[in-house]
């Protein structure tokens, strides 16, 4: 598990190495749009992965268990802040399998497609984070609560 801080850190180092990993395989608007894609697809595959594999039903013990390490944890204590972040050794290897994808599919100009798609995944993993770390004083966070 991870602490807010380390996550931070973490995401803070690997963003801008994206980024400059993909330097010169895109123009400015290629990779402006390819990233709002990759940001837009990310909140599709969370919202898929959410309703259709965390809260999956299997029949086996092995997968139940498996459900239950990947989201089930989370749901058994929502407020304990080291089960509200994606520990690193699931989504390094996640990130790295996507951007290979990413890749694979849209060329080397696809690494701003996933950078999209992993900066959606880190604004999502932070104001989940604080959705359940803190008590929302706005309007839109008591909403995001529900």
């Given at each position: 598990m991870l602490p807010v801080g380390a996550f931070m850190v973490l995401w803070a180092l690997v963003l801008p190495f994206v980024a400059w990993a993909g330097r010169g395989s895109a123009s400015p608007l290629q990779a402006l749009m390819l990233a709002t894609a990759g940001w837009a697809a990310w909140f599709l595959l969370e919202y898929?992965?959410?309703?259709?594999?965390?809260?999956?039903?299997p029949r086996?013990?092995?997968?139940?268990?498996?459900?239950?390490?990947?989201?089930?944890?989370?749901?058994?204590?929502p407020q304990d802040a080291l089960r509200n972040l994606m520990p690193p050794v699931v989504s390094l290897p996640l990130a790295a399998v996507l951007w290979g994808a990413?890749?694979?599919?849209?060329?080397?100009?696809?690494?701003?497609?996933?950078?999209?798609?992993?900066?959606?995944y880190v604004v999502y993993d932070l104001i989940h984070y604080g959705c359940?770390?803190?008590?929302?004083?706005?309007?839109?966070?008591?909403?995001?609560?529900?």
């Open positions: 898929a992965m959410h309703r259709f594999v965390f809260h999956l039903e086996s013990a092995a997968a139940r268990q498996f459900v239950f390490v990947m989201h089930g944890n989370h749901h058994e204590d990413s890749v694979l599919a849209l060329g080397p100009m696809g690494t701003w497609f996933f950078f999209g798609l992993i900066s959606g359940h770390q803190w008590k929302p004083r706005v309007r839109i966070g008591q909403t995001l609560m529900k």
